[in-house]
């Protein structure tokens, strides 16, 4: 995961981020070192989609603990996930699964029974949450 990749600082970032504002800050902070060229000098990894991927997670719990806030909302959940490394164009058909094994979480999320509270705010992956920081 590319989180544990990253500098200290920005981890910490990644972490102590509150609002929508904050994960936009940090992308466009990315943005700005790939355009400077000092991605590594930075403290980023070198992956876009990477890094993208952290902020998801970020921001997936900070709209999640928004949510939750609104007790008129209490029946929804907000929740990402990964499928794994799928047999797909976008892994050059490399991937270890099946299009329908990488499809068991996203529909594992979608499908959590009503009134459920949890898992709430997280990132999960093969039908359980991953502890990502």
Request: net charge neutral; hydrophobic share 35%.
């Amino acid at each position: 995961m590319v989180y544990k990749k990253l500098s200290p600082k920005l981890q910490q970032a990644f972490k102590q981020a509150k609002t929508e504002e904050d994960v936009n800050k940090l992308m466009a902070d990315f943005v700005a070192s790939a355009e400077k060229g000092t991605i590594k000098e930075d403290g980023w990894v070198e992956s876009a989609y990477g890094t993208s991927k952290a902020a998801v997670i970020t921001i997936t719990r900070i709209q999640a603990a928004a949510m939750s806030a609104d007790t008129s909302k209490q029946d929804i959940l907000i929740n990402c996930c990964c499928p794994g490394y799928v047999d797909t164009d976008m892994s050059s058909h490399k991937g270890t699964k099946t299009p329908d094994e990488g499809a068991i979480t996203p529909v594992y999320c979608a499908l959590l029974p009503e009134n459920s509270a949890t898992p709430n705010g997280k990132h999960l992956s093969d039908k359980s949450v991953v502890l990502t920081w």
